[in-house]
């Protein structure tokens, strides 16, 4: 059911991704490397290449979602969970359906990226 209204919200990766784009960039794509906003949009690997210093990049480098194996619907859902539900993280695998290793795993994550970047946490807040 907690599962549902988020990928109703959001029903593919991609949307995740559009999503995260809007809160990191407002939109428009910056490398990380050289700051240039000119860049080839790479549609089938959701990322970019720069024009200017030819790096590929996307909106998850760097990020929480940094090479993560679970869906970022999941993430998006967890993160009100624990950040105002404060649930532990042998809850949070129940609600959003992974193992209790990769919940443990997420509410540390959660939890440190709440401290170094609230503001970007809060974008996922209810
Ligand atoms: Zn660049």
Redesign the pocket.
């Known amino acids: 059911m907690y599962l549902n209204r988020i990928y109703k919200k959001y029903p593919t990766q991609k949307d995740c991704i559009k999503h995260l784009e809007v809160i990191k960039w407002n939109s428009v794509p910056v ?1 990380p ?2 700051q ?1 906003k000119r860049q080839t949009p790479m549609p089938r690997e959701l990322r970019y290449h ?1 024009n ?2 030819q ?1 590929s990049y996307s909106v998850i480098a760097k990020s929480i979602f940094h090479k993560t194996k679970v869906d970022l619907q999941k993430w998006f859902a967890a993160i009100p969970l624990i950040i105002q539900n404060n649930i532990s993280g042998r809850q949070l695998a129940k609600y959003i359906e992974v193992t209790k290793d990769t919940a443990c795993f997420m509410v540390q994550k959660i939890k440190i990226a709440n401290r170094e970047q609230p503001e970007f946490i809060s974008h996922f807040l209810n």
């Open positions: 490398c490397c050289c240039s720069c200017n210093c790096y």
